[in-house]
Structure formats: C-alpha cells, structure tokens
C-alpha cells in the first residue's frame, strides 16, 4: 500500500485526485503502477487502477492477470470494478472506502457479485485506511468552499 500511496501524492502534480495502485504478481513483485491521471491525459477512464491494469499487462505478456492482486488507496468505482474482473485479477486490496461511489462493498459490490460470470477471489479492504483517506480529505478541502 506505502508504494500505492507513493503514486497516489505523484498525481498531485497534475492536479488528478490522489489515488494510486500498483499490482503485483503471485510473487509479490510490482509488476504495474498507476495513478488517476484524467487531468494530465484528458481521459476519463485514466484511473489509477485501469492504468496499473493496462501497465501490468504490458509488463506480463498478457492481458489475463490470474493470481494477481491490485492494491489501491480508494476502493475501485464501478468502472475499474469491470476492469478487475476483466483482467481476472485474484485479489483486492485497498486502503479508503468510498460509501458513494465504491464497487468494492461500499455502495454495491460488483467485485464479489454472484450474478456475475467473474468474481475476485478475495478484497480486504482499510488496508491504512486512515493515510488513504487523509490524502483524499486533504485533496478536497483545497478545492471546496
């Protein structure tokens, strides 16, 4: 998470909410990095998990990241929900709930939807809950009144 929350300061030079996410592979290294970067690409689905999607799969030969996990300072929003279980990463783990807007098991959680074709074989989440969300809380106040 500490590497994940490392991205997540880096998207503050861009202006991007700070949100980060590295994925490792089954051994434990950082095989994919990213943070929110809508501001800096002009991209709305530059998410920082997309991103470390999208760079481990590079990094991996492929896009199927079975016995992966994605570690991210916010719980994913629907969106990267999709992108996770399209990726059939293993597992989740992210530090701040997102009571909103989460996919993770805050508002609905599509990670672990029985209905679905494709599931995440295990999220832990408030993984330094604390640290995540100050970040965030920081990143807010600056700009709301």
């Known amino acids: 998470m500490r590497e994940a929350l490392d991205e997540a300061r880096a998207a503050l030079a861009t202006a991007d909410v700070p949100v980060g996410a590295v ?19 002009g991209d709305p689905t530059a ?13 991996h030969g492929g896009w199927n990241l079975e016995g992966c996990t994605l570690v ?19 597992r989740v783990v992210f530090g701040a709930y997102d009571d909103k807007a989460g996919a993770a098991g805050g508002a609905l959680d599509l990670l672990r939807e029985r ?31």
Do not use: K, W, Y
């Open 23 to 41: 994925v490792l592979d089954p051994e434990g290294a950082v095989i994919g990095r990213g943070r929110n970067a809508r501001e800096a690409e």
């Open 47 to 59: 998410h920082a998990e997309v991103l470390a999607l999208r760079d481990a799969a590079a990094q």
């Open 72 to 90: 991210v300072t916010l719980e994913p929003c629907v969106m990267c929900a999709g992108a996770i279980l399209s990726a059939r990463a293993s």
């Open 115 to 145: 209905r679905l074709p494709l599931r995440v074989a295990e999220v832990v989440g408030g993984v330094l809950e604390e640290e995540c969300a100050s970040l965030l809380t920081a990143f807010f106040a600056d700009r709301r009144p």
